[in-house]
């Protein structure tokens, strides 16, 4: 009878046991998928927008495809217009914002520089967006922009200084270029040489990437 009990007792503290670890897992999974999903913003130019690509070859379709296969749930939101200035971004911020996003990509100012817009200006304006998107408390990933040679050295030393020393003064994570790897590769891009077709825009993600996934704590 003794060794009865005493083997019922055993059981009983095993089945406990595993309640416990049941129950823990469970809560556990619960914590996991109440946790919200990332919705990335990707703000910019045609650069971000995807000229002349169908919508699943663009910069956020692929970015999004690319976070997803490591098991990321994160969206994200293609805010890019083509044909953008750092003036026109600023214009629109607010209406980007009521997508409610979570985290932020700027990718501005190739328009400005194309256009030879004073760097200044772009400097200002994209000073503006920077402070907007900290004042809503949206963590940012800026991504740089370099003059093109024939705009001369002056112009690019006031343009180039622009990316890092914003990033510096907000405190954000900065990808130097976002073109890097694209650039004046004929097979990389459209036939107008300055926007980047699917392969290119693949080019892009794959580079950017490693840094996406810090900049998200993945």
Known sequence: ?????????????????LAVILVTALLLCGAASAAPPIR??????SLTAGYGLPPDAAFPAQLEKALRARGLNVTVINAGVSGDTTAAALSRLD???ADK??????????????RGLPP?????NLDAILA????????????????????????GRRFNSIYPDLAARYGLPL????????AAEPKLNLGDGMHPNREGV??????????????LGA
């Open 1 to 17: 009878m003794n060794a009865e009990y005493g083997a019922f007792l055993r059981l009983s503290n095993v089945m406990r046991a």
């Open 40 to 45: 990335l913003l990707a703000f910019g130019d």
């Open 95 to 97: 209406w980007a914002l």
């Open 101 to 114: 996003p979570t985290h932020a990509i700027v990718e501005l100012g190739a328009n400005d520089m194309l």
């Open 120 to 124: 200044e200006q772009a400097r200002a």
């Open 132 to 155: 907007k998107l900290k004042q809503a408390g949206i963590p940012v990933l800026l991504t740089g922009m370099q003059a093109a040679p024939n705009l001369g050295a002056d112009y």
């Open 175 to 182: 990808y130097p270029f976002f073109l890097d790897g694209v």
């Open 202 to 215: 693949s080019v892009i993600v794959d580079r950017i990437l490693p840094q996406i996934l810090r900049f």
